[in-house]
């Protein structure tokens, strides 16, 4: 190693500057947009829903609803994933 400290180049004890072109990854990008159109979709869909789950009728917000739903199915397939690799070994 000719003197650096492992940091991708940078001689040890220099502070890097970071530009907006290396904060801004393509992945980063794609995050942020998905944020923001999450953010509008919460502000558009802000008025109450009935939802009948078996017996009870529930209102709550339709983005609410949403959400529960898209946690319970992470939560799902999170777990369907932790018991394939559990039936592997």
């Known amino acids: 190693m000719s003197g650096t400290a492992g940091t991708g180049g940078t001689p040890p004890g220099t502070a890097q500057r970071w530009t907006v072109r290396d904060m801004l990854t393509p992945g980063r990008v794609v995050v942020l947009v998905l944020a923001i ?37 992470i939560l799902c397939g999170l777990y369907a994933g932790y018991a394939r690799r559990r039936r592997r070994r």
């Not at 869909?45 to 017996?55: G, K, P, Y």
């Not at 009728?57 to 609410?64: D, E, Y």
């Open 37 to 73: 159109l999450a953010l509008i979709f919460i502000f558009e869909n802000t008025h109450d829903v009935r939802i009948r789950v078996l017996i009870p009728v529930v209102t709550m917000p339709l983005w609410g609803a949403l959400l529960i739903t898209f946690v319970v199915g």
